[in-house]
C-alpha cells in the first residue's frame, strides 16, 4: 500500500500515477471536516486511480449519490426565475444554499465540499446584459459565506465581509444590473478566501451582449482542482469537477456544428490552468466581453478567475482530445475528449 504522505509530485515522478500499479484500484479516501490534512484516514494516495498504462479511472463516479452529473453541468444555464419590474426591466430571481456536501471526484475519492445548491460547481447563471440579478443567498453550513460576482454591481453588493456576507443560518439578497457582457464567474469571497474557493463555492456567470451571439452549441468548463488530503497540493484536477468524466464519456457533438465553450479557471493552490484543443483551433474571446475574436489559436493559460469564450467547429469525424497543458494536471484527471460525429 502507498503510504498517503507521499506527495501527488513524488508519485507522479517515480510511478506515472499509479500507471502500471494495476492491483490499486480506485482507493477510497475520505477528507476531514476540520480542514486538517486527515492523515489517519487515509488508505492511500488521494488522487484518481488508472487502468494499467492508460488514462482515464477504474471504475465510476456515482453521480447520483453527488447529486449532480458532469453531463448535465455542462449544458445547464439557468435564467432563474423571471419577471418584470416597475420600468419593464427583466428580473431574473435565485435562490442559492449554501451547505456542506460531500461529493466523489474521482472513484472512490471523496471530499467534503462547501457548495451553492448542492453542486460543484454551482449553477451557471445567465442573464442578458442589462437584466436586473436578485441571488438570494440562504447560509445553511456552519461558515460564514457570500456570492461575489465578477461584473459592475454596487458596493454594497459586493459580496465581501462588511458587504453581503451571511452568518451560519442567516440570507443575504444580492440585487444588481447585469454587465458587462461576457463569460464571468462568482465565488465566495469569505475569509479564509482560498479555503471557501477551494472548497467549491463557484460557478459560472454568462452574460449575454443585448442583441446576443450567433447561433452555437453551448457548453461551460469550470477548470478546478481539490486538494483531497489537505497537504497544500491538489490531487485530482478536472473541468466541471469530476476527474477523467469526459474522457471516460466523450462529449458528443456534430461535424460542421459551431461550438461555443465559456472556460473559466477556479483552480486554487496553482498559480495557471490551461484548456488545449486536438487537431483544430478556436477563436478565443478574451473575457468574452467582444463580438470580434481576439486572436486564433489552439491554447489559452489562465490564472484563477481568469475566463474566456471560445468558438470551433470540426470538420472531420472521429474521438478529439482536449486537456490542460501541464501534463501533471492532465494525468490526475483533466483529460477530456469530443466524440465528433
Same mark, same amino acid.
Given at each position: 500500500m502507498i503510504d498517503g504522505t507521499f506527495s501527488r509530485r513524488a508519485l507522479i515522478g517515480g510511478a506515472g500515477l499509479l500507471v502500471g500499479a494495476s492491483g490499486f484500484g480506485a482507493l477510497a479516501a475520505r477528507a476531514g471536516s476540520d480542514g486538517s490534512d486527515g492523515s489517519d484516514e487515509h488508505n492511500g494516495h488521494n488522487g484518481p486511480a488508472h487502468a494499467h498504462g492508460s488514462l482515464g479511472t477504474v471504475g465510476t463516479v456515482d453521480?447520483?449519490?453527488? #447529486?449532480?452529473?458532469?453531463?448535465?453541468?455542462?449544458?445547464?444555464?439557468?435564467? #432563474? #426565475?423571471?419577471? /418584470?419590474?416597475?420600468?419593464?426591466?427583466?428580473?431574473?430571481?435565485? %435562490?442559492?444554499?449554501?451547505?456542506? %456536501?460531500?461529493?466523489?471526484?474521482?472513484?472512490?475519492?471523496f471530499f467534503e465540499a462547501w457548495s451553492y445548491n448542492g453542486r460543484v460547481p454551482g449553477p451557471t447563471i445567465r442573464a442578458t446584459q442589462g437584466d436586473r440579478i436578485r441571488v438570494e443567498l440562504v447560509n445553511a453550513s456552519p461558515h460564514p459565506h457570500t456570492i461575489h460576482f465578477h461584473g459592475f454591481h454596487p458596493a454594497a453588493m459586493d459580496g465581501v465581509p462588511g458587504a453581503g456576507e451571511a452568518a451560519p443560518g442567516e440570507t443575504f439578497t444580492y440585487d444588481f444590473v447585469a454587465g458587462p457582457f461576457g463569460t464571468h464567474l462568482?465565488?465566495?469571497?469569505? +475569509?479564509? +478566501?482560498?479555503?471557501?474557493?477551494?472548497?467549491?463555492?463557484?460557478?459560472?456567470?454568462?452574460?449575454?451582449?443585448?442583441?446576443?451571439?450567433?447561433?452555437?452549441?453551448?457548453?461551460?468548463?469550470?477548470?478546478?482542482?481539490?486538494?483531497?488530503?489537505?497537504?497544500?497540493?491538489?490531487?485530482?484536477?478536472?473541468?466541471?469537477?469530476?476527474?477523467?468524466?469526459?474522457?471516460?464519456?466523450?462529449?458528443?457533438?456534430?461535424?460542421?456544428? +459551431?461550438?461555443?465553450?465559456?472556460?473559466?479557471?477556479?483552480?486554487?493552490?496553482?498559480?495557471?490552468? /490551461?484548456?488545449? &484543443?486536438?487537431?483544430?483551433?478556436? %477563436? &478565443?474571446?478574451?473575457?468574452?466581453?467582444?463580438?470580434?475574436p481576439d486572436e486564433l489559436t489552439d491554447t489559452v493559460t489562465m490564472g484563477q478567475a481568469e475566463r474566456h469564450m471560445i468558438e470551433f467547429t470540426y470538420h472531420e469525424r472521429g474521438r478529439f482530445m482536449f486537456h490542460a497543458h501541464q501534463s501533471e494536471f492532465v494525468q490526475l484527471g483533466w483529460m477530456s475528449s469530443f466524440e465528433v460525429s
Open positions: 453521480s447520483a449519490r453527488n #447529486g449532480f452529473h458532469p453531463h448535465q453541468i455542462l449544458t445547464d444555464f439557468d435564467g #432563474g #426565475g423571471v419577471s /418584470s419590474d416597475v420600468t419593464g426591466r427583466t428580473v431574473r430571481e435565485y %435562490q442559492f444554499v449554501a451547505a456542506v %456536501q460531500e461529493i466523489e471526484v474521482a472513484p472512490g475519492v462568482y465565488h465566495c469571497h469569505s +475569509l479564509p +478566501l482560498a479555503t471557501h474557493i477551494q472548497r467549491g463555492l463557484y460557478g459560472a456567470f454568462i452574460v449575454d451582449p443585448p442583441g446576443g451571439r450567433p447561433p452555437a452549441r453551448e457548453m461551460v468548463f469550470v477548470l478546478n482542482a481539490f486538494d483531497t488530503d489537505f497537504d497544500g497540493e491538489n490531487e485530482v484536477y478536472a473541468a466541471n469537477t469530476i476527474a477523467f468524466a469526459y474522457f471516460d464519456d466523450p462529449i458528443p457533438i456534430a461535424a460542421g456544428e +459551431l461550438q461555443r465553450a465559456h472556460v473559466v479557471n477556479i483552480t486554487e493552490i496553482d498559480p495557471v490552468n /490551461s484548456f488545449h &484543443l486536438h487537431a483544430n483551433f478556436f %477563436q &478565443l474571446y478574451r473575457t468574452g466581453t467582444r463580438l470580434e
